[in-house]
């Protein structure tokens, strides 16, 4: 419950944080994938990646949400709860790739290189197991053990990590 309270009360903009969030200065809005099935969780962490890092952002509560999701919308970037309802992570990307192979109407974007997958869990990094493939490529890992301030911090340093790693090739 003191983790609710934190993040009820988060002010991104309280000088007390100690680290400083900002938007990115990018061109074009980025639109991010959420796969979250806490609802409480999913609504705050969407709210503050769309309201204090200036991102278009759509939630899926469960794996396969997001992966009719994913074969109708182009994402830049997929933030993926490792422990999901019916699937986890890897089963969930692995299902998105065989998805993908025999999808004969597969949306030209997801021919584009591989999508960076941020993973957020409650468990620690040596837990998650997944290999890179065609489409998805892990670019990074949050802990959700922490503050939701924190959290969101970590998440915009390894968006800002992807995106400008993007925008340099291109």
Do not use: C
């Not at 796969?35 to 991102?55: Q, R, Y």
Request: charge should be negative.
């Amino acid at each position: 419950m003191e983790l609710m309270r934190e993040q009820q009360t988060f002010n991104p903009f309280n000088k007390a944080n100690n680290f400083t969030l900002s938007k990115p200065s990018l061109e074009k809005r980025k639109h991010v994938l959420l796969i979250e099935d806490d609802k409480d969780f999913s609504e705050l962490l969407g709210d503050a990646m769309s309201d204090v890092l200036g991102l278009s952002v759509d939630i899926a509560s469960d794996p396969f949400e997001a992966l009719e999701m994913m074969m109708l919308q182009h994402y830049d970037a997929i933030i993926l709860d490792w422990n999901l309802p019916h699937l986890n992570g890897t089963q969930t990307l692995r299902r998105a790739e065989i998805s993908f192979r025999f999808e004969p109407e597969l949306p030209a974007h997801w021919n584009q290189g591989p999508m960076p997958v941020i993973v957020i869990s409650a468990h620690s990094e040596e837990h998650i197991e997944f290999r890179d493939s065609p489409h998805f490529h892990v670019a990074g890992f949050v802990s959700k053990t922490q503050s939701l301030a924190r959290v969101l911090l970590r998440i915009q340093e390894k968006l800002n990590n992807v995106f400008a790693l993007v925008h340099s090739a291109s």
